[in-house]
């Protein structure tokens, strides 16, 4: 892993390495220095290192995931106009490989001007001097050492109604507090601390070196909402998931009793129903795997009122779906007689009904994004398709897009399908099928350059099949990289709710 740093100098700084003896005051080219991490302020994207006994501050532009403690080597590989230096990957020993852990583009680093002390510069910069006792004003911790605290200011004085996303971000509300500026309410408090915290700090003495009450903030409506939300909704699971947890559910290993046969019959069902790869190619086949997706089920129970249509009810991804969770949630609970007690529940039964409803979440969610929407001029329809590739389960994501009204001269309707998949042996494909006027336009995305080359090579190979189908071939085109969507207003989000809230 190789991460380029830029550091530009100001004269303050080249005047301070000048009189130093360490060896960064004469950097050379290709020099390589050994650097040690001292702490690394995740909320801040600081980092401070010492090299030579000497310590540097150094910011980058993303959260880096070195530890405290970390020995690291810095090789210069420029000097002027800016010094620049690139970081040597530490020992696998260190640092073990993780595909996770490689990062796409270099992180970028500035060299910051030396820390300065915890007590407040001045009373000009100090944000606290315009307190006076008595007062409260409302904080976000930033960074917890060892015996300090780093916060960012988020309420003028007096006001305790502003939120973390209206913090002040300028250098003028940040503050580093030791614990004897601090006095906590609750001491227990100040152990539950973490970054991001919200406290609520009440001037007690002012001056050079405050005295400030602290305590934790009462957490607002919306984070209340938030903390519901995280406790009460599944994480949403793909369906691809799911197929793969009710295989072993048909076949439990003779220790596990637990499966009865009315569930095995629900997963058989749900799996009979899956679509194999080759089918999704029929027409027939992919319109009806839409239909069935569980998009639409509700819909179906209103149209049954008027035009009975039992098959199409029956075969209902989320039906099903929902008749399998609740036929888990009673062989949990439920004893096997009358005169028993409750059996010790089963793991397999507790991660496939885990696994169900985080599916039924996922579904839930695609539906309410695909509710029209008054403000666009597109109906889009989003969902997620499972099918079998050979024995495998696998998912393929469509965004449906289709206007309101017939805005073609012919009267025919425009639409667009986005498609995303990961076929095997290959990298991601984002692929964007459009009809204007009766012309389908293709367009296709992947990160990867061999499957780039490989779609570019097929291209004539699709136009004719669109030929062969009646259909009239527009632009085709294959990119490096992923699309962007040109017109993010019409589309809805692609998530309701954010895990990170």
């Known amino acids: 892993m190789v991460m380029d740093i830029k550091l530009p100098l100001d004269a303050k700084l080249v005047m301070a390495l000048s009189k130093s003896s360490a060896p960064i005051a004469e950097l050379k080219l290709n020099q390589v220095l050994d650097a040690k991490i001292i702490t690394n302020q995740v909320m801040l994207n600081t980092l401070?290192?010492?090299?030579?006994?000497?310590?540097?501050?150094?910011?980058?532009?993303?959260p880096l995931a070195l530890q405290p403690g970390q020995t690291l080597q810095l090789q210069v590989v420029r000097l002027l106009p800016t010094p620049e230096l690139k970081i040597i990957a530490p020992p696998v020993s260190q640092a073990p490989h993780s595909p996770n852990q490689v990062s796409a583009e270099p992180a970028l680093l500035k060299l910051l001007p030396a820390p300065i002390p915890a007590a407040p510069a001045s009373p000009v910069n100090n944000p606290l001097t315009i307190l006076t006792p008595g007062e409260h004003i409302q904080a976000q911790v930033l960074n917890i050492g060892k015996h300090t605290l780093t916060l960012q200011l988020i309420s003028s004085p007096g006001d305790t109604s502003q939120t973390p996303q209206t913090a002040v971000t300028s250098g003028d509300s940040r503050l580093v507090l030791d614990n004897k500026q601090l006095q906590w309410n609750d001491p227990a408090a100040k152990s539950a601390l973490t970054v991001g915290s919200r406290i609520d700090l009440q001037m007690l003495k002012s001056g050079e070196n405050p005295v400030l009450n602290a305590s934790l903030s009462a957490p607002s409506v919306e984070e209340h909402i938030a903390t519901v939300f995280k406790q009460l909704l599944p994480l949403q699971v793909p369906p691809a998931q799911l197929l793969a947890q009710l295989t072993p559910l048909l076949h439990p290993v003779e220790s596990d009793k637990t499966v009865?046969?009315?569930?095995k019959q629900l997963a058989r069902e749900i799996l009979q129903h899956i679509p194999d790869k080759t089918k999704l190619f029929e027409p027939a086949t992919l319109k009806q795997a839409i239909a069935q997706s569980g998009l639409f089920m509700e819909r179906h129970l209103v149209d049954a009122e008027t035009n009975p249509q039992p098959q199409i009810l029956q075969d209902d991804f989320k039906l099903k779906l929902s008749?399998?969770?609740?036929?888990?949630?009673?062989?949990?609970?439920?004893?096997?007689?009358?005169?028993?007690?409750?059996?010790?529940?089963?793991?397999?039964?507790?991660?496939?009904?885990?696994?169900?409803?985080?599916?039924?979440?996922?579904?839930?969610?695609?539906?309410?994004?695909?509710?029209?929407?008054?403000?666009?001029?597109?109906?889009?329809?989003?969902l997620e398709l499972p099918f079998f590739n050979k024995t495998h389960p696998e998912t393929l994501q469509l965004v449906v897009e289709q206007d309101k009204q017939a805005n073609s001269e012919n009267g025919q309707k425009n639409w667009v399908v986005s498609i995303t998949i990961t076929p095997p042996e290959l990298a991601t494909i984002h692929c964007k099928v459009s009809c204007y006027d009766g012309s389908i336009n293709t367009r296709f995305w992947s990160e990867s350059t061999s499957t780039v080359d490989k779609i570019n090579a097929r291209l004539d190979y699709l136009r004719q099949q669109f030929e062969q189908k009646g259909l009239k071939p527009g632009f085709m085109d294959v990119q490096q990289?992923?699309?962007?969507?040109?017109?993010?207003?019409?589309?809805?989000?692609?998530?309701l709710l954010s895990e990170k809230v």
Request: charged share 20%; hydrophobic share 30%; aromatic share 2%.
């Open 48 to 62: 401070t290192v010492s090299v030579a006994d000497k310590p540097m501050t150094l910011q980058s532009q993303q």
């Open 481 to 495: 990289g992923k699309p962007t969507q040109a017109n993010p207003q019409t589309l809805p989000p692609q998530s």
């Open 260 to 263: 009865g046969e009315l569930l």
């Open 323 to 382: 008749k399998l969770i609740a036929q888990l949630g009673l062989e949990l609970t439920v004893p096997k007689d009358e005169n028993s007690a409750p059996q010790t529940p089963s793991e397999l039964l507790k991660e496939t009904l885990q696994k169900a409803q985080g599916n039924l979440a996922k579904l839930t969610l695609d539906q309410l994004n695909s509710l029209p929407r008054d403000d666009s001029p597109k109906q889009v329809w989003i």
